[in-house]
């Protein structure tokens, strides 16, 4: 049940991104909304409340994925989710690329190594249902005429337990 919504919000996702220009700039033009900018901000401080649940995971919770901000062909930042998180070494994390369409340089399954910092949002599955997933929310408030509330409903209420 989850998988297939999921896909289904990479899709709207992928489509998003493609509205980024040609030429290189520095991110992708959806990133430079104020409410995804906003997303980021509290993503980044709840950070904590992920790896707690990472670190001493309840039963249930699984799919513990990040979003990082990783130079591309395209842009000096782009933003792509990972999982499969690892420590590489001295505050170094490597990880997955998790679901990138529309992505030409990532791939589902390449191996990537970020840190701490180049962190912007996370989730985590909670039962059936996200956790966190801030910048996703947020574009999902940005296409106020389409009817997402099937894509709503893979949500929590509350980002955070």
């Known amino acids: 049940m989850m998988r297939p919504a999921l896909a289904a919000l ?9 509205l980024a220009p040609a030429e290189r700039s520095d991110e992708p033009a ?9 997303a980021m901000a ?15 995971r309840s039963p249930g919770e699984d799919g513990f994925r990040l979003k ?12 792509v989710w990972v999982e499969y998180l ?7 994390w490597r990880g997955a690329v998790y679901l990138q369409g529309g ?15 180049d962190i912007v949002d996370w989730a985590y599955i909670d039962g059936e249902r996200l956790r966190g ?10 296409a106020p005429n389409a009817n997402v509330d099937n894509l709503r409903a893979i949500y929590h209420e509350e980002p955070t337990p």
């Open 10 to 18: 990479a899709l709207l996702l992928a489509a998003c991104g493609e």
């Open 30 to 38: 959806l990133y430079k909304y104020a409410s995804i900018q906003s």
């Open 42 to 56: 509290e993503a980044r401080s709840t950070l904590d409340v992920f790896w707690a649940h990472h670190d001493d």
């Open 68 to 79: 990082v901000a990783e130079p591309s062909d395209a842009y000096e930042r782009d933003y």
């Open 86 to 92: 690892q420590p590489a070494g001295e505050e170094l």
């Open 103 to 117: 992505h030409e340089q990532f791939r589902t399954g390449d191996t990537i190594e970020f840190s701490e910092a």
């Open 133 to 142: 997933a801030y910048t996703s929310r947020a574009m999902l408030d940005l």
